[in-house]
């Protein structure tokens, strides 16, 4: 426990932030021009659209050490392409419930949809999600080098 | 000579001159494996085999090696010999307009399984010589120069094979042999995929990265897939985007199968091709079983069934919500 708690301390965590231009993005914007008082951990992507969220950039992040990914988009049915976001919840739900059997934590990844009016919301979000990975700590990222591993035989 | 072979060749000598050739195997280099074979004429039939050493899947060269989408010249089709497992694939090619079907002519083959060579050497005495392997009802009988070993066909065929549940082709135009009894109900669990969840979520890690870790990166399980139709935009080699360096490290081993495997989210049909060719077996097409079952569960979808559904992630519906 000790040890999980100095490794929270030694660096800070970084969530890497996909947003699309149309209402996320404007709804982050709104957050701030509020001032609504929000976490500095995550570091924002703006992306066009959810629908341009290819699962392996999620994963990639993952890999190389981010300690938590959000992609929020429009509302399903505001999209601002029409259909972006209905693609991209299918890929990001399938995607939520690969990563456990992976052995990557899933709730270090989220997706949500927040829109350019609601900032106050997008504060929550960003807030709770924030906390999530501060309880969670820093991601370990993949062993370099496996000395013992789990046997597992299916036949 | 087996009677599912001659029925084989006899089948194929009575339809030859409506086809331009045959996909089909031929016996290989030792009495373990067999080779893929392009039948061109009349005389290469003799040379045409089928037995439960067939384990490479033919649909393959349709989508990477041939034209099969615009009809020939002179009408003439392509043959193309499918156990079930292929037989999906070959659904999934046409689904994604690799393959036409007016194109094709799919000789059926209902298969009991597959051998795997890796386990078959495990087995017996003296691997290296090996003089014979024959199916004999649900015993095998390997012959090797310290004499002959029997054991049971269940020990020394393939995984994917053990958990089969299309043992008959899906489509064709011809079966050869009668229809086989499934391993595993359409609805059954994965009961490998469980096994590594019953794993914890530590322990799940671990055990990837010890897989992974012996991954030499030499694409054979990309080049044998039917369905990596990227060929030269496969985003593995590309500079541009750049998702993979060259250096050596477990990065970049497990991100090379997080791409193989998500893309074929909602595509592979599970014939098992990348496992089998894999040289250092690592058990690759067990990753994508577990994102077969998750795209079952989600979406009531399993690929290479019906030519007329759209695979899953290529579609959307606005209705579905909770997800």
């Known amino acids: 426990m000790s040890s999980k708690s100095d490794a929270k301390q030694e660096r800070e965590i970084k969530i890497v932030g996909f947003l699309c231009n149309w209402c996320s993005y404007g709804g982050a914007d709104t957050a701030g021009v509020c001032r609504f008082r929000q976490p500095t951990d995550l570091r924002i992507i703006r992306i066009p659209c959810t629908g341009r969220i290819d699962p392996l950039m999620i994963v990639k992040s993952l890999i190389q050490g981010a300690d938590g990914v959000l992609v929020s988009g429009c509302h399903p049915n505001d999209c601002h392409y029409a259909v972006g976001n209905f693609y991209a919840r299918r890929r990001m739900e399938v995607l939520k419930r690969f990563l456990p059997y992976m052995g990557f934590q899933s709730d270090r990844f989220r997706y949500t949809w927040v829109s350019a009016s609601e900032g106050q919301i997008w504060q929550q979000v960003v807030t709770d999600f924030s906390e999530t990975i501060h309880r969670l700590g820093p991601n370990p990222g993949l062993h370099q080098t496996v000395d013992s591993a789990p046997a597992v035989s299916w036949f | ?323």
């Open chain 2, 1 to 323: 000579m087996d009677d599912k072979t001659n029925a084989l060749r006899e089948h194929v000598k009575g339809i030859f001159s409506n086809l331009e050739l045959v996909l089909g195997w031929e016996p290989g280099y030792d009495p373990l494996h067999t080779r893929p074979f392009y039948v061109r004429t009349e005389s290469d039939i003799d040379r045409l085999t089928a037995n439960c050493l067939s384990f490479q899947n033919l649909t393959r060269y349709l989508a990477k090696s041939m034209n099969a989408v615009d009809p020939a010249a002179d009408g003439r089709k392509i043959g193309v010999c499918v156990k079930g497992c292929d037989s999906r694939s070959l659904v999934a090619l046409i689904q994604e307009k690799f393959v036409s079907r007016d194109r094709v002519y799919v000789i059926g083959l209902p298969c009991r399984g597959t051998l795997d060579a890796r386990r078959i050497r495990a087995l017996v005495p003296d691997p290296a010589r090996i003089r014979s392997v024959n199916a004999e009802g649900d015993e095998l009988v390997v012959e090797t120069d310290r004499g002959i070993s029997r054991f049971a066909l269940d020990r020394a065929i393939a995984r994917k094979c053990l958990q089969c549940r299309y043992p008959n082709p899906v489509i064709h135009d011809v079966l050869i042999g009668d229809p086989v009894t499934p391993r595993l109900k359409i609805d059954a669990e994965n009961p490998s995929v469980a096994a590594v969840e019953a794993l914890s979520l530590e322990d799940r890690l671990l055990f990837w990265e010890n897989q992974l870790d012996r991954c030499i990166r030499c694409f054979a399980c990309r080049n044998a897939c039917p369905l990596c139709v990227c060929q030269n935009h496969c985003i593995m080699e590309t500079r541009m985007p750049k998702w993979i360096t060259q250096y050596r490290n477990m990065n970049e081993k497990f991100m090379f199968h997080m791409i193989h495997a998500l893309h074929l989210a909602g595509r592979c049909t599970e014939c098992g091709e990348c496992e089998r060719v894999c040289p250092v077996g690592i058990p690759v097409a067990l990753i994508k079983e577990k994102i077969n079952a998750i795209i079952y569960e989600m979406l009531d979808y399993e690929s290479g069934i019906d030519p007329e559904a759209v695979p899953p992630l290529l579609t959307f519906s606005p209705k579905e919500t909770g997800i």
